[in-house]
């Protein structure tokens, strides 16, 4: 039976007896046994390898891991649509941290799940309604509505989960939850009741933002600011004709008893109906007559009613006339400024944003419509003066493109500053981190001068507020939360000390955010005890847009509903724009999906996919031919096949920690040929090791192997990568981490280290031996960790290699062998640069010979000669002594000539097949010349900073050293072309 060996164990000359023995048949020490594998196809082909492949191994839940456990909850997508390249982007960055925990032993738990999304997901499903069957909600009814929504719900739920599947995260599936299902329901109420019996939820009348078209409130987010620099026509919902805006008007109120006017500038006209007052400056000198007055009033024309003129310093003198209309009804600055002066705000707009009853002339008539025949009315009066462009700021519903009113409505406030005040402690304590830092500043600011929040919605789909309306018998009346009519009552009867007549659940719903603020515990069945052991989370991973609508009111509801802070620390991602930076919008064109990347996507396509947004109700027809214009711009050929690995890597590859991130799909595709060439080089490998009948699964160690310094470079290599990738991802450098993999595999591994391990490989030698086996571990253990980043193409590609080398990469750093190498690659790099200008290929039989300038260097090439040979593509490279003054006269023997650095110089001669290439190139003194100049401006702009004062006195000596060394070297360089010129 033949012996067999550990590759750790084998001597130089013991190999040499090992190989003449046993020739091409010697093995490596057998380890274990690996099932058989398919061939490695000749190329990497991503629909191939991530095929009905779901990369994820779980590991034992609650117990037994090496470093304790570690828990996320992914931020849960909406169910309006597919996933979307930042929500790619914010799961990918959770599944390395997730990845990463697990290669390092901890016990991971990473909660999936969906959000029901209020409003969008109602708006998509209404559009989608009416654009199909031609009805709508009202028209359908509430319940037949929410059954329509929850079809909804199953179809995009499933289409999620599949696409984060098809992205490789490894979820806890088993733990997967829904914003509506029936125990997030109950936390939700649960929350909600506490929060109302400790005083801090209230129902009060106050100025919210309206949608019209949704006929309901809507949060900050959901209010889109639209920047107009002059009158811009616009499409309205709910008028048949576009609107102006961007227009300021001159009213008149005449002075009662008295022919004076004052003239007040608005934008909104159509809030006239509801002034209560007009307001000035008390410094302003143009209404100081009416300072010392007793009160003044104005006439309303509409109104058949006076009011006052009040004094106030909040008005700006420089805006228009000074003089500006007082509508609390209908305005931000309006209400605070009348609540100061007790003034009465009237409603001017139903909730469907007509005119109310109370103005005959004009009730029951859209705004819009409305503010057209104030003015006309106005100027019959001689009360309209002119109407100017005007650069404003529109706020519009992001959900269904309404002008937003504000409108003063009775809703549900949550009561917020003693909830911030604990937030801002856990930051400003450190018991909660945020990164990057500079977002604290903001989280400060933001918490400081925080409102009540109204968490009510006027909608249908959503949590309804567990609030109850209770009446007794003399028309008393009392809010109670409850879990139920029955509970709703008995604390009503207490509340009243009387029976309860009626008692009526209000309809409206909490905005999707307040349920979403619980997740953190409310997953692990808040507010059962059992959560505790689970609690609090180790990271919240979202978008920086999210801060404050979620962030921070997840950090409040959690301290103050368990008294905890619901995780140690949050990382903040930027915004996913499109190539050029700008935000992603159908309207655009520019929207690109995951799933397009991954599969690739024709022109038709995409045109296809946008055509069924239209027909869903979703694009406008306007907003279809905008989007097609823009796709053909953005994509002319369409979107090439990328695969999920180049997605997830191409993620990675940006600051995630920047405010924004521009997505290139070219930049995705060229990530793509990256892992071809990984593939490739892992076909090498297993075609080396079959042609040395080297069974690659049996390597163990690399040990005490005599390994060369091309061996110990490509080690050490690795060893310098994997520390700086564990580095980077424990800091959430991704683009650090990946930038390393993409120096490490392509530039040090096989653009140089494979291409030396062929001659020796070729001939059997026993450093193809070594070359082979430290290759096979290089992609082993590069891809082991690059796993976490490119999940698919490892899984398959580590089947074909040995995964359990045992290898200490610390002994293997030596910054020595990396500096020495890196001298030999500036060589061979300027000899490559000398081929290329002159179109020199291997046909040429190129020989390079390189001019040392002294006897060490001499003895340094030629421990390299060979490897030297493989790199140049060459046919063979000598190095020889030449004096400074003999340099001049041996280069006479060479056409091609130039140096490497300050190193050396370097002749090229080529065969005489090279003769029909001379008139296609420059000539060699013109190309050291170009050189020449450009070492020269180097070299000043080098000396210009060492004389500088400002740099003499800033830089450390360790860097003026370094310009002065810099300094010598380009003097050499120079002074050996020059040499070489002449």
């Known amino acids: 039976m033949q012996s067999k ?27 274990h046994t690996t099932a058989a594998v398919e061939p490695l196809a000749q190329g990497y082909d991503p629909a191939v390898v991530e095929k009905d492949k779901y990369v994820f191994r779980k590991t034992q839940k609650h117990g037994g891991s090496k470093h304790g456990s570690y828990r996320m909850i992914l931020p849960p997508p909406n169910v309006t649509g597919n996933l979307h390249l930042g929500h790619a982007l914010n799961a990918t960055i959770q599944d390395v941290i997730c990845r990463q925990h697990r290669q390092s032993g901890y016990e991971v738990e990473w909660i999936p799940g969906t959000d029901h999304a209020g409003i969008a997901t109602q708006v998509i499903v209404e559009k989608s309604l009416f654009k199909e069957r031609g009805i709508t909600r009202h028209q359908l009814g509430r319940i037949p509505f929410l059954l ?50 400790d005083g801090l939820i209230q129902r009060q009348d106050s100025l919210v933002n309206w949608s019209c078209a949704l006929e309901s409130t809507i949060s900050d987010i959901e209010v ?19 609107v102006e805006f961007g227009r300021i008007y001159d009213i008149k109120y005449r002075v009662s008893n008295s022919s004076d006017e004052i003239t007040v500038s608005t934008t909104r006209p159509e809030t006239l109906l509801g002034d209560v007052a007009v307001a000035v400056h008390p410094q302003d000198p143009r209404y100081s007559k009416y300072l010392n007055q007793d009160q003044v009033f104005l006439k309303h024309p509409f109104r058949n009613e006076h009011i006052p003129l009040i004094f106030d310093v909040k008005v700006d003198k420089e805006f228009g006339t000074g003089a500006v209309k007082i509508t609390p009804a209908h305005d931000r600055n309006d209400y605070d400024m009348a609540k100061d002066h007790l003034l009465e705000p009237i409603q001017v707009f139903t909730e469907q944003g007509t005119i109310t009853d109370q103005f005959d002339g004009f009730k029951g008539l859209p705004r819009f419509v409305a503010r057209q025949l104030i003015l006309d009315k106005l100027a019959n009066l001689e009360l309209l003066g002119a109407a100017k462009p005007h650069a404003m700021v529109l706020p519009i519903c992001s959900r269904s493109k309404d002008v937003v009113e504000y409108m003063l409505r009775p809703q549900w406030f949550l009561h917020c500053k003693p909830l911030a005040e604990a937030a801002i402690s856990e930051v400003r304590s450190g018991r909660l981190k945020i990164q990057p830092e500079n977002f604290e500043l903001d989280w400060y600011r933001w918490l400081e001068g925080c409102h009540d929040w109204c968490i009510s919605r006027q909608l249908w789909w959503g949590h309804q507020i567990p609030a109850y309306l209770a009446t007794d018998v003399d028309g008393n009346t009392c809010w109670v939360a409850a879990h139920s009519e029955e509970e709703a009552i008995k604390i009503a009867r207490t509340k009243l000390k009387a029976e309860v007549s009626t008692i009526e659940r209000d309809p409206d719903l909490l905005d999707t955010w307040f349920s979403s603020s619980l997740l953190p515990f409310s997953v692990f069945n808040w507010p059962s005890s059992e959560y505790k052991s689970r609690y609090p989370l180790d990271l919240m991973a979202t978008g920086h847009d999210i801060l404050f609508f979620w962030v921070a009111r997840m950090v409040m509801l959690g301290l ?21 930076g700008r935000k992603m919008s159908k309207s655009l064109g520019n929207v690109v999906t995951p799933k397009q990347v991954i599969e690739g996507a024709s022109v038709e396509n995409l045109q296809a996919d946008l055509q069924q947004s239209h027909d869903a109700g979703i694009l406008s027809k306007e907003e279809l031919k905008k989007s097609f214009k823009g796709l053909q711009k953005m994509f002319p050929k369409g979107i090439p096949q990328c695969g999920t690995d180049a997605l997830r890597f191409t993620l990675c590859s940006h600051n995630i920690k920047s405010h924004f991130i521009n997505f290139d799909v070219a930049e995705c595709y060229t990530n793509k040929l990256f892992l071809n060439k990984i593939w490739q080089a892992t076909r090498y490998t297993i075609g080396a090791a079959e042609k040395l009948n080297l069974p690659l699964a049996d390597i163990e160690t690399l040990g005490n192997c005599p390994l060369d310094k091309w061996d110990r470079w490509i080690l050490s290599r690795l060893a310098d990568t994997l520390t700086t990738v564990a580095q980077s991802i424990d800091q959430h450098d991704f683009h650090m981490a990946t930038s390393s993999f993409k120096q490490f595999f392509y530039n040090n591994l096989c653009d140089v280290y494979l291409e030396t391990t062929k001659p020796a490989i070729n001939e059997g030698t026993a450093n193809g031996y070594i070359n082979c086996a430290t290759l096979a571990t290089c992609l082993s253990w590069g891809l082991q960790a690059m796993s976490v980043f490119t999940p698919f193409i490892s899984e398959e590609l580590i089947k074909h290699l040995p995964r359990g080398i045992h290898l200490n990469l610390s002994r293997y750093l030596n910054a020595d062998i990396e500096a020495e190498i890196e001298v030999i690659l500036s060589i061979c790099q300027a000899i490559r640069q000398l081929k290329s200008q002159n179109k020199i290929s291997k046909k040429h039989e190129p020989c390079v010979y390189i001019f040392a300038p002294d006897s060490k260097t001499v003895g340094e090439l030629e421990l390299h000669l060979k490897p030297m040979t493989a790199l140049t593509l060459t046919k063979e490279v000598f190095v020889e002594y030449v004096t400074e003054n003999k340099l001049k006269q041996r280069r006479q023997n060479f056409e091609f000539f130039s140096t490497a650095g300050h190193y050396c110089a370097f002749g090229l001669q080529v065969n005489k097949t090279y003769e029909q290439m001379r008139e296609q190139v420059k000539p060699v003194s013109e190309l050291n010349q170009k050189k020449l100049d450009r070492l020269q401006a180097e070299l000043e702009r080098y000396r210009m900073r060492v004389n500088d004062e400002g740099f003499l006195r800033s830089a450390s000596d360790a860097v003026q050293k370094r310009h002065n060394q810099k300094i010598q070297q380009l003097e050499l360089e120079i002074k050996n072309i020059l040499n070489l010129a002449s």
């Open 148 to 197: 329509e929504v929850w079809k909804w719900k199953r179809k995009k739920g499933d289409s999620i989960i599949e696409d984060l599947r098809r992205l490789g995260c490894t979820l806890d599936w088993d733990s997967e939850y829904f914003t509506m299902d029936e125990k997030q329901s109950y936390a939700v109420n649960t929350a909600f009741i506490r929060l109302f019996e």
């Open 5 to 31: 060996i550990k590759i750790s164990r084998v001597t130089n000359k013991g190999l040499h007896l090992l190989f003449s023995r046993y020739g091409n048949r010697i093995s490596l020490c057998q380890k």
């Open 560 to 580: 103050k509903l368990t008294g905890e802070t619901p995780f140690k620390k949050v990382l903040l991602n930027g915004i996913v724009c499109d190539a050029h």
């Open 224 to 242: 889109d600011l639209l920047q107009l620099n002059g009158p811009t026509a616009l499409t309205v919902p709910g008028h048949k004709t576009s």
